[in-house]
């Protein structure tokens, strides 16, 4: 972790200041000649930025003792908050759904999935307590599969900054969850331009459609969809 700091440190430093003072991109073993050019960019870096230069020059420590312990310290030191730590409890499914739509679905593909040994996350009653935006988003990052229930008009008001499940889906997205839109009866996916454009690619995601009466043979194609590892 240290020498992954001072490389970093060093990759920050050629960055900022436009030169390149390495002999190889891969070689961060600097001679003390490149070493003295590297304190000079440091100095320089410290002149327009006095704070974000002491932490480079931490993070470049020749010694490596006086280096941040990880780059949590980093963060702390620049100020900015430290990632979020995964929930207490881990869940295999996030569902995401439209409550006025999809609730009863969500629920009934909850239960199925929870008697297949799946622990299986719905929000109405996954979280107790905190920031319910924050968990929530927390939650779909330790997640490996995203469910969303795709009902009539469920992705109309995702044309909505605000609009949850539009958050839920992009943030799925941009995590890189294993996302199984799931399509209730005859719902039909809208056109690549009526969506936003972090939301497309959900149109690329392999469906499965959910007919009540199919349903053992619905469920058996999303289990299918859901391996545990």
């Known amino acids: ?30 001679s003390k000649h490149v070493r003295d050019d590297l304190d000079e960019m440091l100095s320089e870096i410290t002149r327009c930025s006095p704070r974000l230069g002491k932490v480079l020059e931490r993070m470049a420590a020749h010694n490596a003792k006086k280096r941040f312990l990880d ?12 990632p979020p730590p995964p929930p207490e ?26 008697n297949k040994g799946f622990r299986v996350f719905l929000d109405v009653d996954g979280l107790e307590d905190g920031p319910f935006p924050e968990k929530l988003l927390t939650t779909i990052a330790h997640t490996k599969h995203f ?34 839109p799931v399509m209730v ?15 497309r690619s959900l149109l690329r995601f392999n469906a499965v459609r959910y007919r009540h009466e199919h349903f053992d ?11 545990k590892r």
């Open 1 to 30: 972790m240290l020498a992954e700091q001072y490389s970093l440190a060093v990759a920050f430093v050629e960055v900022l200041t436009g030169k390149f003072i390495r002999t190889h991109a891969d070689d961060f073993k600097l």
């Open 71 to 82: 780059l949590q310290g980093v963060l702390v030191e620049l100020g900015q908050e430290p």
């Open 89 to 114: 409890i881990t869940f295999d499914v996030f569902i995401g759904y439209r409550r006025a739509t999809g609730s009863a679905v969500a629920r009934v593909v909850k239960e199925h999935l929870e």
């Open 147 to 180: 469910l969303v229930i795709l009902a009539d008009d469920s992705l109309r008001r995702c044309r909505h900054a605000d609009d949850w499940l539009r958050q839920e889906i992009t943030h799925a997205i941009r995590t890189k969850r294993k996302i199984v």
């Open 185 to 199: 009866e005859d719902f039909q996916m809208p056109p690549e331009e009526s969506l936003p454009p972090r939301m």
């Open 217 to 227: 043979e619905s469920m058996r194609k999303l289990v299918k969809f859901l391996p």
